[in-house]
């Protein structure tokens, strides 16, 4: 049986030491990289690249919403049930903005709430990184970095000796489970 390496992570006891290890890390190729912080360091959003998916599955449930908002109500307004009010024509749009705004927001939310989930990883009881147990000490005053696995330079052994020429404190693998 062989163990699953979920990553390789490196503590580092201030913050700037993650900060100038995580430049390097992107400087080196690496994309799958987290940070782990006990606050919000600003200078890591520019070291870490953005792997935000969530915003456009968002755009396309609103998109879908208000596809299908316009489509059931043309179908009804013109095709299904037509009806001549004060000389319009029967597809009209102002009347159906009221309808198309509220499956935009509702779609968008649905898809919001699922895409949260699905790219969360559920239904993970736990996140990986837990499985380490200095780990706790993140939300008091450590620090960590970790390069995923999926990555696509990512090599167990060459990573590990990457983030020790950083002069972390300790240098970890992650494991799946």
């Not at 915003?55 to 049930?81: H, K, N, R, S």
């Not at 903005?97 to 779609?107: A, H």
Request: with cysteine.
């Amino acid at each position: 049986m062989t163990r699953e390496i979920w990553g390789i992570a490196a503590e580092f006891a201030d913050p700037e030491s993650l900060v100038d290890a995580a430049v390097n890390a992107r400087d080196a190729g690496y994309r799958h990289v987290e940070a782990y912080t006990p606050y919000p360091i600003k200078q890591l959003e520019a070291a870490i690249p953005d792997r935000r998916a969530l915003p456009p599955i968002v755009f396309i449930g609103g998109l879908l919403g208000f596809l299908t908002a316009w489509a059931m109500e043309f179908y009804i307004a013109v095709i299904d049930y037509p009806i001549n009010v004060g000389g319009r024509p029967l597809n009209s749009w102002p009347s159906f903005i009221v309808i198309m705004f509220e499956l935009t927001v509702l779609f968008a939310s649905v898809f919001a709430f699922v895409g949260t989930l699905a790219l969360s990883g559920f239904p993970r009881p736990n996140h990986p990184m837990f499985n380490l147990s200095r780990f706790s000490q993140v939300s008091n005053n450590r620090f960590f970095l970790c390069i995923e696995a999926s990555d696509p330079i990512f090599d167990a052994k060459e990573t590990a000796d990457f983030l020790a020429d950083m002069d972390p404190v300790e240098v970890m693998e992650v494991d799946e489970d």
